[in-house]
Structure formats: structure tokens, C-alpha cells
């Protein structure tokens, strides 16, 4: 698992960082609230619904 964090400043971000983001479809989800986890195509969105996801994970 790799674990990406971009600049909250999106002037700060770099051109790879823009296409990791479109690329994973979650431009659009981080312009708007963070985190967001991907997945395997799957997306949470939210720091309430990824702990979620985690503690369900572990059950």
C-alpha cells in the first residue's frame, strides 16, 4: 500500500500530482473534502468513512 499526500495549496501541486489525481478520479472528490482513500477502483471519501472502513476491516 503507498500512501500519497498532496499540497493542500493546489498552486503548490505538480503536474505528476494532477495526473495522479485524474488518473485515480479523485481530483475532483480532494477539491472538495480530504482524505480520500483509493483502492482497487474504490473510493472512501472522508476521514469518518475511511475510519470506518478500517475498523471494519479488521474485524
Known amino acids: 500500500m503507498e500512501i500519497i499526500t498532496f499540497p ?3 498552486n503548490q501541486w505538480r503536474e505528476e500530482d494532477l495526473t ?3 488518473t485515480h478520479n479523485v481530483f475532483e472528490d480532494l ?3 480530504a482524505p480520500v ?3 482497487d477502483g474504490e473510493k472512501k471519501i ?3 468513512r475511511i475510519r470506518k472502513w478500517l ?3 479488521q474485524k
Open 31 to 33: 477539491q472538495k473534502t
Open 20 to 22: 495522479l489525481a485524474k
Open 46 to 48: 472522508g476521514y469518518l
Open 8 to 10: 493542500h495549496d493546489l
Open 55 to 57: 475498523q471494519d476491516a
Open 37 to 39: 482513500l483509493w483502492l
